[in-house]
């Protein structure tokens, strides 16, 4: 309840700051002479012109705010660092995560949605997903071999049984990961 509150507070301040904002093109051009514009009458075109014209501010507002919920994440982090907390630390993580997430998903779903036309390009860009999601899985299996060998190091140099554990079992899933990374790729589309 303290936290909802805090937010909404804070989100009730930082919109009441009036912003100045300068436009650019203080009279629309006029169309060029000799041709005509075309307008329609239809009820349900002015409600798409309506709702199109809305479209881009509500996306702008959104990206706003998202950023705003970013950096007041960062700064409740820093508190939490600064104070000690680990409850402002969970909420500052977990702002900052999901904030991220859903700029990048509102960044780029655009574009990809806009990039498909074709049933072909639908397979082009699974292909790739794939393709990204099987180097991400080699890339941390590479890093978990780094980190099996510093596991394997320690456990030489203080003979702690929890780290031979720990090295064996990680060696293992990357060595796991690496193989299905590569075999699941191929095999998964041929069968």
Do not use: C
């Not at 700064?75 to 409850?87: D, E, L, P, R, Y």
């Not at 072909?120 to 590479?142: H, Y």
């Not at 780094?146 to 090295?167: C, L, Q, T, V």
Request: no cysteine; glycine share 6%.
């Amino acid at each position: 309840m303290k936290k909802l509150s805090f937010t909404s507070l804070l989100l009730l301040l930082i919109s009441g700051i009036p912003q100045l904002k300068v436009n650019a093109m203080t009279k629309l051009p006029e169309p060029p002479t000799g041709k005509t514009v075309e307008s329609s009458d239809s009820f349900l075109d002015s409600i798409y012109s309506d709702m199109s014209g809305l479209a881009s501010p509500l996306y702008g507002w959104a990206i706003d705010i998202f950023t705003v919920l970013f950096v007041v994440g960062t700064i409740v982090m820093i508190m939490s660092i600064a104070f000690k907390n680990g409850q402002w630390q969970k909420y500052a993580q977990g702002t900052m995560l999901i904030t991220f997430i859903i700029m990048l998903l509102m960044r780029g779903l655009p574009i990809i949605i806009l990039s498909v036309n074709t049933t072909q390009d639908i397979d082009i860009l699974f292909t790739a997903g794939v393709s990204l999601l099987s180097a991400v899985a080699i890339m941390i299996a590479v890093m978990s071999m780094g980190i099996s060998a510093d596991f394997k190091f320690n456990y030489h140099m203080i003979e702690h049984p929890k780290y031979h554990r720990w090295s064996r079992n990680l060696f293992s899933v990357a060595i796991l990961m690496t193989f299905l990374a590569i075999l699941v790729p191929w095999i998964f589309p041929q069968v």
